[in-house]
Nanobody, 130 residues
Framework: QVRLVESGGDLVQPGGSLRLSCVASGLTLDYFDIAWFRQAPGKEREEVACFSNSGRDTSYGNSVKGRFSISADNGKNTAYLQMNNLKPKYAAVYFC???????????????????????WGQGTQVTVSS
């Protein structure tokens, strides 16, 4: 059974940085794509960043490009989201999610309506406020 545990959320001032972690168990991360999503109260779930083991690539939501960086340590079954220059609008609960993606598919989009993420954790709260 896949289990994902996020951590690292906190209250931070605008312009500050945070690093989120997601520890996965019950899977071998090499065969999965893993992504971060966020959801703020009253808003839809939003794609933030994706680490594609199957595509050997990363991708980002438009609002975070150049500010956030996703990485993964497959040996530790852990993914990270480095968030820099945070703004109040980035405040949300951040979730990591996985989808089984064996094989190698260069150029295949990590975020795709045809390949939904199907496991997620409880989330970690990020608050950006002065």
């Amino acid at each position: 059974q896949v289990r994902l545990v996020e951590s690292g959320g906190d209250l931070v001032q605008p312009g500050g940085s945070l690093r989120l972690s997601c520890v996965a168990s019950g899977l071998t991360l090499d065969y999965f794509d893993i992504a971060w999503f966020r959801q703020a109260p009253g808003k839809e779930r939003e794609e933030v960043a994706c680490f594609s083991n199957s595509g050997r690539d990363t991708s980002y939501g438009n609002s975070v490009k150049g500010r956030f960086s996703i990485s993964a340590d497959n040996g530790k079954n852990t993914a990270y989201l480095q968030m820099n220059n945070l703004k109040p609008k980035y405040a949300a609960v951040y979730f990591c999610e996985t989808k089984y993606s064996p094989g190698y598919y260069p150029g295949r989009p990590c975020f795709s309506p045809d390949r939904q993420f199907d496991s997620w954790g409880q989330g970690t709260q990020v608050t950006v406020s002065s």
